[in-house]
DNA sequence: GGACATGGGGAGTGCGCTGT
DNA sequence: ACAGCGCACTCCCCATGTCC
């Protein structure tokens, strides 16, 4: 068995972390969060995830339990461009995190539970989108958006943090291999092919320098019985200074409108959100489960209708893009919401 | 104001080719 | 034979425009 990633935990944040941070982290951010920390704990709990959104639902879950007075958000848009995986508000500090699952075939029970992975293959472009996050990441800190940014990157891949056996592969300038070191432009090489490279084709431009070092995070046993390992690769985004005891700046919320009297699609969207949340541990829903709800309810309206309320009209972060929005829901998750 | 249609983007998947 | 690489594609979620 694999040394446990909790024994080897760094006493404190980004000044221990593995990759160079481009400018000198806040001591909130220091003293606050450690990512290496909460991986670690999150380990105890999971050892392994069906899809990058329970990845990101689990890491959101577990922040919020170790941190009851953060405000804990999935999928936020920081700007209409960007949307970020997770932000957390703690002490003052803003953390903008990006996730990557990163799977290989996995077939097995753990902990009493089976898990079904798929072979995501494609691995250059995940090398890719990985420092996208990194470049966005940056972007949001320099921006003034965020104080702090973690880019996290789980996978039972091997080939992420091994070498390439081939000479000069079309990404090796996004190779995430053990000790490798990032900055600078970093583009594909020019035999790759236009499948590849297409809306990826933009150069990235790293501000900072980063090291990559991969920290075990489980052992989990396939149904062959051969130990897998998954590992973890964590690159720390530094941040600009805040002014000290500034307020957060606040979501705005959107107050609910009056019931009304006839069965509209929100009405119907609410009995079938309230439901659904009786019947789940963690109260949330997806949008396809509020459908299929909906349909057994004998509702009336097209599931694009109900689609649109969800995603948007009633949830509550979701950007205002109609004249009248609800604060029914919230989105917690890539799917997942849970009623306000 | 409520409901619906549609396009874009990202996550995920499958498969052939090449190298060991 | 198998692992790694490269490419192309589908599906789903979401944002947004428009009609009733």
Known sequence: MRQHPSSRITPAGPVAMDPVPCTTPTIGAIMTFDPHHVMARLAVQRTIFHSEADFQHALAWQIQCEHPDARVRLHTRPTREIRLDLLVHLDGVRIAIELKHLAAAFSGVVAGENFELLNQAAQDIARHDVIKDVVRLERLVADGLADVGWSVTL?????????????????????????????????????????????????????????????????????????????????????????????????????????????????????????????????????????????????????????????SRMCVNAPDHHATVFADLERVGAGRYRLV
């Open 155 to 311: 996978s039972n891949d091997h080939t992420f943090w091994r070498p390439a056996r081939k000479v000069d592969p079309i990404d090796a300038a996004f190779r995430l291999h053990e000790g490798r070191q990032l900055s600078g432009t970093l583009g594909w090489a020019a035999n790759a092919g236009k499948g590849t490279t297409v809306k990826r084709d933009v150069p990235h431009v790293l501000a900072g320098h980063y090291q990559c070092n991969w920290r075990d995070y489980s052992t989990v046993i396939d149904s062959s019985g051969r130990p897998r390992d998954f590992r973890y690769l964590c690159f720390a985004v530094a941040g600009v200074p805040r002014v000290p005891g500034s307020r957060l700046a606040e979501t705005p919320v959107v107050a609910p409108a009056p019931r009304l009297t006839a069965v509209t699609a929100r009405d119907e969207i609410l009995e079938a959100a309230r439901t659904l949340a009786n019947r789940s541990a963690d109260k949330t829903f997806s949008v396809h489960e509020i459908v299929d709800q909906l349909r057994r309810q004998g509702s009336r309206y097209a599931e694009n209708t109900v689609r649109t309320h969800v995603v």
